[in-house]
């Protein structure tokens, strides 16, 4: 009877330690893009803010450029490119995309407002949706496009939890 208890408790903290700490995932199911609720225990908003400054300051050439608005301590809003984040059709194409992040105590939420594709410089306005059978599945030539959205959009957050959270690794030894 003991040892059911204890193998009950070790499988609850196996399952609570996988939980805790971990960047969460964007999923555009259905063609729609849910905001992202993301935790980050410890930290107060002032202090997500500032760090999510020195991440966009830190990631981007021209962070002033990329930079569209911001209230202190409340949100940040940018824009980025994704270079050859897809091909299709026998075309590689960039993403453009526009976040807004905004900040509450242990956590910020990141939403899309905007996206758009690109081939050669030139960027299209475009429907997620549309990508989309009505039974929820990416359309069969759309298929790598979805992943590829998807893809920019989670190794965005984690490149930005990580660096929120201190895993960001940084070479020192120049």
Known sequence: MKINYLIAFLFASIISLNSFGQAEKFD?????????????????????YAKSNEWINYNFK???????????????????INPSFSKSFGYTYDLEFQIRIEFKENRYRMTVENLRSGHNGTFANFNIGDYYKSNGKPRKAYKDFVIGIE????????????????KTEKNDDW
Not at 28 to 48: C, F, R, T, Y
Not at 75 to 80: D, E, Q, S, V
Not at 151 to 166: A, C, D, E, R, V
């Open 151 to 166: 893809n920019t959009l989670n190794n965005l957050n984690l490149s930005i939890y990580n660096y929120l959270t201190g």
């Open 62 to 80: 021209k962070a002033d450029a990329v930079t569209g608005s911001s209230i202190d301590n409340k949100m940040i809003r940018f824009t980025g």
């Open 28 to 48: 555009i199911g259905n063609g729609k893009i849910e905001p992202l609720v993301q935790s980050v225990s410890g930290m107060k908003s002032d202090s997500i």
